[in-house]
């Protein structure tokens, strides 16, 4: 990691993209747990190089609680990606807004790999006084949507997309059309690997945008991703080490509507 304390007032409280400190300081404390389920040291060791008022953050986020759900995702898409990269040695690793998450020193910190993370120029910016790019690891400032940037990104061999609390946000044309972008670039197919929330979750929320009924919805804006799973985010809560929300999460599983209410996707094109 990188030396001095980083101020990050300028981009907190806007908007989506104060998700980026919610979602970090919520890894970081899952991660102090006797056994975690994600257990990303990285994100405790940034939480503790950036100047802000966690304490504050830590009112509005209830981290006792909420850790789960950032853990229980994050570790669907991390086990998913780590079966895929090792049955592609080769693979192409590319995260759509990537915040300030740490996947790629989890799943490949000497930076071996072709990875590309991508996000907002302001976002990458301050991703850059966090984090190393080293190796073949390359940090990209852009929006999604925007045109252009995906040209830089190998397209000849198999590729992983992971899109974390990203597709949400964006609205049903725009999801639409980076998927046809995605799976037009990249020649040597791979897996597309996101989350999503059921539309009437969605609903709770004034930021989100986007929310499919289910995986045919997709498969019939592009018929080259065909879904290989779909995941309640309770499906593991089994994993949950303290037991007053082990059994809360085993009881929202047992609820139809609340087991789907937030699901994890693996596409294969």
């Not at 690793?93 to 907002?120: A, I, T």
């Not at 061999?157 to 639409?176: F, K, M, Q």
């Not at 059921?198 to 009924?213: E, T």
């Amino acid at each position: 990691m990188n030396g001095a304390k980083v101020d990050v007032r300028r981009i907190a409280g806007e908007g989506v993209t104060w998700t980026l400190l919610a979602t970090l300081y919520l890894r970081a404390w899952e991660s102090r747990l006797p056994e975690p389920i994600l257990g990303d040291r990285y994100a405790a060791e940034v939480v503790e190089r950036i100047d802000y008022d966690f304490a504050a953050l830590r009112r509005r986020v209830r981290p006792e609680a909420n850790q789960f759900l950032v853990a229980l995702r994050a570790r669907q898409l991390d086990d998913w990606s780590r079966a895929f990269l090792a049955r592609h040695p080769n693979a192409v690793v590319l995260q759509l807004g990537c915040g300030m998450d740490s996947r790629m020193l989890r799943l490949d910190p000497l930076g071996k790999r072709r990875w590309f993370d991508v996000d907002l120029p302001h976002v990458i910016e301050l991703r850059r006084r966090l984090y190393p790019e080293r190796g073949r690891y390359t940090m990209v400032g852009a929006s999604v949507t925007d045109d252009g940037w995906l040209e830089g990104v190998p397209a000849d061999r198999p590729v992983l997309i992971v899109a974390e609390g990203l597709l949400p946000y964006l609205t049903p044309d725009e999801v639409r059309t980076l998927l046809s972008r995605l799976t037009g670039h990249f020649t040597g197919g791979g897996e597309l690997i996101f989350d999503a929330l059921a539309p009437w979750a969605a609903r709770l929320g004034r930021a989100f945008r986007w929310a499919p009924r289910d995986a045919r919805e997709i498969e019939r804006w592009n018929p080259r991703l065909r879904c290989a799973e779909q995941t309640p985010f309770t499906t593991h809560h089994r994993r949950i080490p303290v037991w007053r929300y082990r059994a809360l999460y085993r009881l929202m599983h047992a609820v139809p509507a609340l087991r789907n209410a937030h699901r994890e996707f693996r596409f294969t094109f």
